[in-house]
């Protein structure tokens, strides 16, 4: 059975120099207002409406819901004002690139990540990933609050657009945090760590992932860890 591949962004696929992190807390602001004075929440592995909701303690969920679409509009126009920084500043994680293409004849591939769709999408964009990823398969930060939710969300996708269902170790859920392993573990998946963002080799497979690499630079490890 071919196999579906869902990819976390940010520490696994690329990274944005900061440049997305500084226009969605402009976002927020503008959105939520100030932020409360206190310690900024850590945001690897987490959901934008997760970030949302921890750095704004004192709103309920419908809060933040009920303001969702203005943040991400905002959020886009914010990363748009910052798109020559962006470019300058974005780069594909190391052997990601190589190891798409090798993966691309052999099984579908989508986003799942925490970050809004748009957002998501404009990132890809921008380093050329759009020929690789099937991004309305996807699953984003705006369809649920929990990471882990987001795995059926796609997996639903892939069913309506690909006409058949994908479950179990057919699925396999790639990041770079211990989010995205028990987000998968959750789900029933496959689940790849690379210690590509701000967690080491050694915090991943405390979380026993299926297969843990240091990066994707191995092509051959790389390809054969995920398709197991």
């Known amino acids: ?85 962006l470019r300058a500043k974005a780069a594909l994680m190391p052997g990601i690139l190589a190891v798409l293409q090798a993966l691309q004849p052999q099984a579908l591939q989508a986003p799942l990540t925490g970050n809004i769709a748009p957002i998501a999408q404009l990132k890809l964009a921008i380093l050329n990933l759009l020929p690789y990823l099937d991004v309305a398969v996807g699953a984003y ?27 179990g170790q057919a699925v396999v859920v790639l990041g770079d945090t211990p989010n ?10 496959r689940t790849v760590a690379l210690a590509t963002g701000a967690y080491s ?9 299926d297969a843990a690499l240091p990066d994707a630079t191995d092509l051959a490890a790389t390809v054969a860890a995920i398709l197991g």
Not at 52 to 61: F, H, K
Not at 180 to 189: M, P, S, Y
């Open 141 to 167: 930060g705006n369809d649920h609050f929990d990471r882990s939710a987001l795995v059926p969300i796609a997996l639903a996708r892939a069913t309506q657009a690909y006409g058949h269902s994908f479950s």
């Open 1 to 85: 059975m071919q196999k579906l591949l869902l990819w976390d962004l940010d520490g696994t696929l690329l990274h944005t120099g900061g440049v997305s992190a500084e226009a969605m807390h402009m976002a927020m602001t503008k959105v939520y207002g100030p932020a409360p004075r206190r310690e900024r929440p850590f945001y690897s592995g987490k959901t934008d409406r997760q970030i949302i909701q921890e750095t704004y303690a004192l709103l309920t969920p419908a809060d933040v819901l009920e303001h969702l679409n203005d943040f991400m509009a905002t959020y886009e126009l914010e990363l748009l004002a910052r798109q020559v920084r």
């Open 201 to 209: 080799l050694q915090e991943l497979q405390a979380h026993q992932p």
């Open 180 to 189: 995205d392993i028990l987000c998968g573990k959750a789900n029933g998946t």
